[in-house]
């Protein structure tokens, strides 16, 4: 029943006026057999909402069903954006709470070709493999930021990227992901399963 909402609410969320729904790809591969990479990227979205001026609602979703805990939620985003964190409302069984970002940078994300520098975090609350987004799990993060800015612009032209840090896949490995901008109209192809691959192999995790 928890797998059948959690659809629904992906499907339903394609339908609400100014929202998106972005994929992640894996930028690391600590999973030799690319088993991992290829979970995450078929089964971790994030639904964003603007709310009115300067306010938007991001839901973040492991829609399952490949063993898998998002563990780590991160922002590397221009100063002139001026994101802050609101408010965190958590999912039955999620515990998430601000974390400082640095030390806690994303793991990989100095090798991309436009170093990820976390400029915000949030992480799952020890033990971090219970309490993060496990299967047909979500969480919801309210941010502000500067009115002046567009946020869809900037995560397009990346001026805003966001990236997930995973543990507890098959085989006890974690991988690292970051937001991929979906083609316009293509929100209904993404919610086929495993449509988010596309993008993820077009980008050919080189970033």
């Known amino acids: 029943m928890k797998h059948l909402l959690v659809a629904a609410i ?6 609400v006026a100014r929202a998106e729904l972005f994929a992640f790809c894996a930028i690391t591969s600590n999973d030799s057999g690319g088993y991992a990479q290829l979970a995450g990227e078929s089964q971790l979205y994030m639904d964003m909402t603007l709310l009115g001026t300067g306010q938007a609602s991001l839901v973040f979703t492991n829609a399952g069903p490949e063993d898998s805990a998002v563990s780590r939620i991160n922002f590397d985003f221009v100063p002139e954006l001026g994101l802050n964190l609101e408010a965190i409302n958590d999912g039955s069984g999620v515990e ?64 805003l990227r966001i990236g997930l840090h995973v543990q507890s ?8 992901f970051v937001n991929v901008v979906p083609e316009p109209g293509a929100i209904s192809m993404l919610l086929v399963g495993g449509f988010a691959l596309y993008w993820c192999k077009a980008k050919s995790r080189i970033w």
Do not use: H
């Open 10 to 15: 992906l499907v339903a969320s394609a339908l």
């Open 96 to 159: 998430f709470q601000a974390s400082p970002a640095s030390p806690n940078n994303l793991p990989g994300g100095q090798r991309l070709n436009n170093a990820f520098i976390s400029d915000l975090s949030v992480a799952a609350k020890n033990p971090s493999p219970k309490n993060g987004l496990n299967p047909y799990d979500s969480v919801e993060l309210v941010i502000s930021y500067d009115d002046s800015c567009d946020l869809l612009d900037a995560l397009e032209n990346e001026n």
């Open 169 to 176: 896949f098959t085989g006890g490995y974690s991988e690292s």
